[in-house]
């Protein structure tokens, strides 16, 4: 990731384990039937061409922040505030967009 940036000395920042899926399987016949999914690539290629997509669109993005989650069981430590609540439904806003009061 740090060639594919053009950053190859950026300090890398190992952060502790999460719960997370440690065997998956799936299939992916019926998804090719019906998508008919480009050739793959290789990961370098693949990191390349993401990088070269955020650096002329996703920096027009802003990330969402939630006022709520459905669970807070098991999240990061870096993911959790003292405002953030559970609800059945999530809900947040664009940061920096005002949000309208319905």
């Not at 050739?39 to 070269?52: C, F, M």
């Not at 990330?63 to 609540?85: A, C, G, H, T, Y």
């Amino acid at each position: 990731i740090r060639s594919a940036l053009g950053a190859p000395d950026h300090p890398v920042a190992n952060h502790p384990a999460r719960l997370e899926v440690v065997v998956a399987v799936s299939n992916h016949d019926k998804i090719r039937q019906v998508f008919q999914p480009p050739e793959p690539i290789d990961l370098k290629e693949g990191l390349k061409r993401t990088v070269e997509w955020y650096r002329s669109r996703g920096k027009f993005l802003s990330p969402v922040e939630f006022e709520n989650v459905e669970i807070k069981e098991k999240m990061p430590q870096s993911w959790l505030r003292d405002d953030l609540s559970e609800a059945a439904v999530c809900t947040g806003s664009r940061i920096g967009e005002v949000k309208e009061e319905l």
